[in-house]
T-cell receptor, first 116, second 112 residues
Framework: KAGVTQTPRYLIKTRGQQVTLSCSPI?????VSWYQQTPGQGLQFLFE???????NKGNFPGRFSGRQFSNSRSEMNVSTLELGDSALYLC???????????????FGEGSRLTVL | QKEVEQDPGPLSVPEGAIVSLNCTYS??????FMWYRQYSRKGPELLMY????GNKEDGRFTAQVDKSSKYISLFIRDSQPSDSATYLC????????????FGPGTRLSVLP
């Protein structure tokens, strides 16, 4: 069974540019969550999508956006990049609201974004 | 004050030692408590899941939750070099959906 796949794994952008990251969840999983991980702030929740609808959103500016397609694949976009956006962006999938059953989020290996 | 506090370490122990990892939290609405392990350049993977207060054991790992003190722990018995990783506590509540709140992580090194 394939795991969560994130592309690209590494990318370098300059301030002001925009970036799109992609996440393919485990087959059959309908929920996709995005997290930002930095050494200073740790893992911070960006948003969650379930059945193409954003279900929950963290405290990030509107420059961070996402969407989910009918096949559950998800993309997140960051516009007008800032130096502070340099981070590991992790995608996690689960079948549904797993928190009440197993607490299990299946994470991908992340997309490491460097903003120069 | 952050919602979830965790000693970042690094914590170095000899092989075979008992390791104690801890998190404190401030939000009494949390009911679901998880421990994730993250190896370098990998995504986190779930180790333990506990609902409400109590203990849970799985092999060499034991998770404890004390909701009255807002304190959770993960114990690793007979630690192995392969346990060297960053350990993240995470928690959530009924109103959080998939929004898990993670601790900053404790980096553990088990020395052979």
């Amino acid at each position: 069974k394939a795991g969560v796949t994130q592309t690209p794994r590494y990318l370098i952008k300059t301030r002001g540019q925009q970036v799109t990251l992609s996440c393919s969840p485990i087959s059959g999983h309908r929920s996709v969550s995005w997290y930002q991980q930095t050494p200073g702030q740790g893992l911070q929740f960006l948003f969650e999508y379930f059945s193409e609808t954003q279900r929950n959103k963290g405290n990030f500016p509107g420059r961070f956006s996402g969407r989910q397609f009918s096949n559950s694949r998800s993309e997140m976009n960051v516009s007008t990049l800032e130096l502070g956006d340099s981070a590991l962006y992790l995608c996690a999938s689960s079948w549904g609201l797993a928190v009440k059953n197993t607490g299990e989020l299946f994470f991908g290996e992340g997309s490491r974004l460097t903003v120069l | 004050q952050k919602e979830v506090e965790q000693d970042p370490g690094p914590l170095s122990v000899p092989e075979g030692a008992i390791v104690s990892l801890n998190c404190t939290y401030s939000n009494s609405a949390f009911q679901y408590f998880m421990w994730y392990r993250q190896y370098s350049r990998k995504g986190p993977e779930l180790l333990m899941y506990t609902y409400s207060s109590g203990n849970k054991e799985d092999g060499r790992f034991t998770a404890q939750v004390d909701k009255s003190s807002k304190y959770i722990s993960l114990f690793i018995r007979d630690s192995q070099p392969s346990d060297s990783a960053t350990y993240l506590c995470a928690m959530s509540g009924d109103n959080y959906g998939q929004n898990f709140v993670f601790g900053p992580g404790t980096r553990l090194s088990v020395l052979p």
